[in-house]
Every structure is written in structure tokens, then in C-alpha cells.
DNA sequence: TGGACGGTAGTGATCGGTCACATGGGCGTC
DNA sequence: GACGCCCATGTGACCGATCACTACCGTCCA
């Protein structure tokens, strides 16, 4: 654990072999975990390599073969908040599995981001580049050394789509909604140009009458709170005593509306959101919301990555993304 | 742009150099835009780059000199949203100085976060490295080829410090409220274990006597809603008509206990949180906050440490990170 | 006419590992 | 005791760029 005389240049493997007295070979295979290597011989290589602070240098390692322990993450630039927990999977999963994860966050135009793949995939400094986003048809077709695996889970746009925007959640928070009694029902949706906003809707007008509810309609509230406070305003009198808002804003903000028409929540109105905003656990009523699993979702683009890398199958993963989390701003609907 | 033989390997410099009729070198320097290279032969050898739809293999490059292109940024795992903000003004800065940037998030124990950070630094595979958590002494010393930058915000725990933790915007906060009329002062401070709840805690103490204002001193909320409401429940009539929250989500509860004592934010109190959660502006009333600006903490970090790899001296930033936001929930004080 | 000089281009070494193959000693078998 | 085999290790080429030198050619000036 000595330092190396400082401001030197670093050890190489043949100065280890030199102090250790064996070839540099014996050192590399030392470094491989070779189990033919001598018991003795491999004390004294340990030895070196610690006298030394002998660290291998990645870089000339990658350059003969093929391993360098390395996988890059593609996000897309300007995401919000949720790519960091997908990232902190991503990288636990990596991290699990022996490899180290660059994240590359990719944006601009899509010549720009196809050049910038292609880099990636043949600078020979990765094994495999999981993405996030979907790629130019250009950037995806078969790299020699380098696996490539897109889990979309978002647009040109950086706006979510693939299991990000799985919208299963909504018929299981409407099913729940109607086993509280709940009949007539109000959307507010979110900016149509998302794809999750889009599910959401559709799977809001597909479930509504595969349980025999009513529906008043859905209304574009484009994510922001002081449309759907707006739409509460305008809401007919008992035209609905549930609303399922697009996200936890459009919640808040339909919960401003409805207390500003009196009523009260969830007695006389029932109100879900979804994104599991942390003050949405603290408002008054709490929010009912949606928790994505945003964790593991970077866990299992990384997991795919690693199969590919594998020639194994693509693994499958049923667990829904998407988890209700029932709070006080749901209850039974009013008699 | 034709395809090369698919499966084949990829093409190398003296391939190329070969199809151009010229010398290896002769590429290397095209690639390099050297200027002493003629029109035509320049025009060749882009022809034969199209052609073979060559790309420098950077591992190679990356052995021989140094300049590899690439920047390490080293992020806490297990941190809260900012970060990706931060991530974001990094990776611009980055961008925009012609660099990459490669986010390697890093955790565990110190020895272990120690290794990696000097894996990194020793790899060849960085020019630089900013770092936004503090490094263990031994992962400091200077390394041959690799500048490391520190921009502590985050401690060992990855808790914020540094100018994340910067609490000037809580004077700004106490000033603003002293001019609205306000002379009663709380604090509902935040877990002490995180430096910017004591720096806050520490900036409160401090400007309350300087401005002459009572204090009914500083309630440790652990950045708890419930602690918040069960402070505000607890409050004294009278005690105080300015509560100064740790953040948004204390705040929030702050609101909550207010409202239980039947009292009106701002008539009666007024309330500051701290973060920008979005539903803060969305809350009735809307929660007067302070935005860090996080991006340019990131393009900061890169700053500095693109200064560094010049032999610059450390480039000056005397900007402001806190910016405070009145909002709803304060007002003039109560006659 | 010759030599210095500047602009182009080429040659071979080199970075620090890994791969393929060679070597030599000990042991079991016929 | 000769042979074959396995085990532990050594030798030299090689990956694909860049670097430091060298070589060539034409021009200009003494």
C-alpha cells in the first residue's frame, strides 16, 4: 500500500513482473484469477502490486480483447425527475453483475444522436449500450463487439412512452373507485402530446364501459393545475363523484376547484392522481396516486442488456410498473 | 456512406490509408485537421473514410496520447431529484466545451468508493474528473494524466453541502417577511444530519438578532410533514407569525397544522418552504419557496474542472444558487 | 550551381495490456 | 527408461492509433 514515488508515471504490468520476478504473462493471469498459477508465485505478484499501487490500465485492456467491464446508459437529456431512480437501478444492476455503468445522456437532433451512437458502439470502449430512448434505424444495426438494447421508454421528445406510460394503473384505480360505490366519472386529462397522457385517456374511455360506468367525459387539461381547477369550476352538479386527473398536479389542482365550489374531498368527490409527488403525501386530503417503478425499470433495461450480451433470451418480466397507492383523497362515493 | 462487409471487422487507419493510396500517418493527420496536408489528398482520404464508413477507434486513441475526449462526472447514488438537474448543466458545459461526459454514479463504503474513483482516474479512459461528493484523501493525490475536481454538495451520507447547502436565501426570506411586518419568528428545521438543514438552522440564529426580530426558536422536524404539523399544533398563540420551514414538504405540513388550529396562511401566519416541489405552486395557498439553480452547479463543476485541465486558475462564480419566490403562503403580517 | 528552407508525406517505435504458442520439469504408465 | 501428458510459466506478436524522426521535392537566394 506504499505510493508509487510520485509524479512518476504509473507502474505497468511488466514492472510488477520484474519486481516479482516472473514474466508479465503470469502477471496478466494473476490479474485473470488463472487458477494454474502457484500459490507462491501468486503471493508474490500480490506483493508487487501492492508495493507498486499497480492499478490495470482499462484502456490497454480494451484494446486487445474485448472485455472492459463497461456498459453505457443512453438518456435522453431534459427528462425530469423519475430518469435518476431508473438510473440508480440501472446501475445496481450493473453493478451486480460486475460492470461498470457510464451514463451517456444523449440529446439534440437525431443526425447528431445517430453519430454520436455509432461512436459509443464502435469506440470499443463498451460491451453493450442499453438506451432509453429509441434510436435512428441507422444507429441500431449490428455492431461487431458491441450488443445494443432499447428499452423505449421515451420519445424524440424525451417524453415517456413504453412501460413508462402503461396505463394499466387507471383501470385499477376506476375498478376501485367503482367497488367504492363510485358510478359517474370525470378525466382530466394530460398533454395529449405525451403518450402516457394519450394511454391514459384510452385506457380511462376502454374501462368506463367495460364496467358499466358512466363517464361525463374527458377533459384536456394538458398537465397543468389551473385547467383542471377550471374544469372543476365548470363541472356540472352531479355529473361525476370521482375525477382521474392526469398526475398529481392536475390533482392538486382539481382539489383547489373543488374546494373552492365547496365540496368536500373525498365525501363528496373523489380525486386520483399519479407520479407520487412527496407533497402530495402531505396535502389535505393525502393524494391517492400512482407509484411507477421507475427503479426497476433501469434494472431491466440493464438485465436485457446483459442477456444480449449473453446470447441468452430476452428475459421476461411480468410485474406490473405501475403500483396505486390509495390515500385520502379517494373514498365511497356519496349516497 | 456504402456499408462495409457486414460482420467483417471494422476498418482500421491503414485501410484506409491504403484505399487512399497514402500512408497511415497521412490519415492520422487528416483526422487531426492538420493543415500542412494538400487539397487533394485530403479530398482522397475523406472519399476512402466514406467509403469504408470508417470511425476512429478511440480505445487506440486513448492509449497513445491522452486526449481522449471524455469527462468523468461522479454522482452520489441515492440521491434525491436535484441531481439530475445538476447532471443536465454538466453535461451541457461539457457539450459545449467539445467534451463527453460519462456519469458514473458511485456509493458504498469509502475504501470501496475510494477504489473505483482511482480505477477511474488511472484507467486512461478520463481527461478529468469532477466530483460531486468530497473523496477520501488517497483517491486526491495527483494523478499523471487525470485533473480531479471537487465541487463537495454532497457528503460521505450523501447529504447536500456545500453551495447546495448555501443559506442565504434564508436571510433574504426573514428580510422580506421583516418588511412585510413580521417580528415573531419559528424555525421548523430539518434532520441536522444534512448540512444544509443546519446551515439553514445556522442562518435563521443569525439574522433574527440582526435584524432585531424574536425568535421562538428552532423546532427540529427532520424534514418530517407530521413533525411540522405536531410543531405547528404545539405553537403557542401568539408565539409566532412566521414560520420559516426547512423545505416544501415541512412546510406543507407546517400548512396543515395551521389549518387544524383554524388559523389563515397569511392572515394569520405566514409560511416558507424551500425545494420548488411543484405542487408547492399549486397548494392553496401557494407555498412561497427557494429554487436552487442545480444546472448551474453542474455546468459549474464542469467549468472548473475544464479550467483545471488548462492549468487555469479556479474561474469565479459569485452568482447567487438560491433564489427565493414569494408566493401565497406569505403576506403582511397580522396588526 | 549549390545549399538552406519550408511544405508534404512516409517509416518505425510505442502505449500496456492479452493472445497464441513454446518450453521445461515432474509424474505416471508401459 | 522412454514416452506422453499435464501443469506452471515464458516469449514474442499484436490490437489501432499517435509520436518523433526522416525523406523527398520544389523554390529561393547567395
Redesign the pocket.
Known amino acids: 500500500m506504499s505510493q508509487s514515488a510520485s509524479g512518476t508515471?504509473?507502474?505497468?504490468?511488466?514492472e510488477?513482473?520484474r519486481l516479482a520476478?516472473?514474466?508479465?504473462?503470469?502477471?496478466?493471469?494473476f490479474?485473470?484469477d488463472?487458477?494454474?498459477?502457484?500459490a507462491?508465485?501468486?503471493e508474490r505478484i500480490r506483493t508487487a502490486i501492492d508495493q507498486l499501487d499497480?492499478?490495470?490500465?482499462l484502456?490497454?485492456?480494451a484494446?486487445?480483447?474485448?472485455?472492459t467491464g463497461r456498459l453505457a446508459f443512453i438518456l435522453p437529456t431534459g427528462t425530469t425527475v423519475s430518469s435518476l431512480e431508473i438510473l440508480a437501478g440501472a446501475t445496481a444492476a450493473a453493478h451486480d453483475a460486475g460492470y461498470i455503468l457510464d451514463v451517456v445522456t444523449l440529446g439534440g437532433p437525431v443526425a447528431e444522436r445517430s453519430g454520436r451512437v455509432h461512436e459509443l458502439a464502435e469506440s470499443?470502449l463498451f460491451e453493450g449500450i442499453a438506451s432509453l430512448m429509441p434510436l435512428p434505424e441507422s444507429a441500431q444495426r449490428q455492431h461487431e463487439r458491441t450488443a445494443i438494447v432499447i428499452s423505449p421508454e421515451y420519445d424524440d421528445q424525451m417524453r415517456s412512452i413504453g412501460e413508462l406510460a402503461d396505463a394499466a394503473p387507471v383501470a385499477e384505480l376506476i375498478e376501485g373507485l367503482a367497488e367504492l360505490g363510485h358510478r359517474r366519472f370525470v378525466h382530466l386529462a394530460g398533454d395529449y402530446a405525451h403518450t402516457s397522457a394519450r394511454r391514459r385517456r384510452d385506457m380511462y374511455l376502454a374501462t368506463i364501459p367495460r364496467l358499466g360506468l358512466e363517464s361525463h367525459g374527458v377533459i384536456d387539461c394538458d398537465w397543468s393545475a389551473e385547467l383542471a381547477e377550471q374544469a372543476m369550476l365548470e363541472l356540472p352538479v352531479g355529473a361525476a363523484t370521482a375525477v382521474i386527473a392526469g398526475n398529481d398536479v392536475v390533482a392538486a389542482g382539481a382539489l383547489r376547484g373543488a374546494f373552492t365550489r365547496g365540496w368536500r374531498v373525498p365525501e363528496d368527490v373523489s380525486i386520483t392522481g399519479w407520479d407520487n409527488n412527496k407533497l402530495g403525501a402531505v396535502l389535505s386530503p393525502t393524494i391517492t396516486t400512482v407509484i411507477m417503478a421507475h427503479e426497476r425499470l433501469g434494472r431491466r433495461a440493464i438485465t436485457r442488456l446483459l442477456a444480449a450480451l449473453n446470447d441468452a433470451p430476452d428475459p421476461v418480466d411480468d410485474e406490473p410498473v405501475g403500483t396505486v397507492v390509495w390515500r385520502e383523497s379517494t373514498g365511497p362515493a356519496p349516497s
Open positions: 508515471r504509473r507502474p505497468t504490468i511488466r510488477v513482473a520476478g516472473v514474466s508479465h504473462q503470469t502477471v496478466s493471469r490479474l485473470h488463472d487458477p494454474r498459477i502457484s507462491q508465485t501468486r499497480y492499478r490495470p490500465n484502456v490497454a485492456r484494446m486487445r480483447g474485448r472485455k470499443g
